[in-house]
Nanobody, 114 residues
Framework: QVQFVESGGGLVQPGGSLRLSCSAS????????MSWYRQTPGKERELVAS????????NYADSVKGRFTISRDNAKDTLYLQMNSLKAEDTAVYYC???????WGQGTQVTVSS
């Protein structure tokens, strides 16, 4: 069965950095594009960044472009999100997934506050 386990979140001050990880299982990870999403209570889930199956192509939401970097290690079935210059509006629960999947992990909480 398809599973995602997100980790690496925490409390950071504005301007700080975090590196999120997503361990995937239950499917051939290297055959699929992957994405990071985030969600705040009362708001719809937002697509943050995506990466192609081999890692050769990436896309970012305008709100994070230039600050976040998505990457993957297909040998480890793991997806990463490097988050720099964090802002208060980045506060959310972050999830990883492959496009159109109905399976979701528990996510990891990122809180940016002074």
């Amino acid at each position: 069965q398809v599973q995602f386990v997100e980790s690496g979140g925490g409390l950071v001050q504005p301007g700080g950095s975090l590196r999120l990880s997503c361990s995937a299982s239950g499917f051939t990870f290297s055959s699929y594009a992957m994405s990071w999403y985030r969600q705040t209570p009362g708001k719809e889930r937002e697509l943050v960044a995506s990466i192609s199956d081999t890692g050769g192509s990436t896309n970012y939401a305008d709100s994070v472009k230039g600050r976040f970097t998505i990457s993957r290690d297909n040998a480890k079935d793991t997806l990463y999100l490097q988050m720099n210059s964090l802002k208060a509006e980045d506060t959310a629960v972050y999830y990883c997934n492959k496009p159109w999947s109905v399976y979701w992990g528990q996510g990891t909480q990122v809180t940016v506050s002074s």
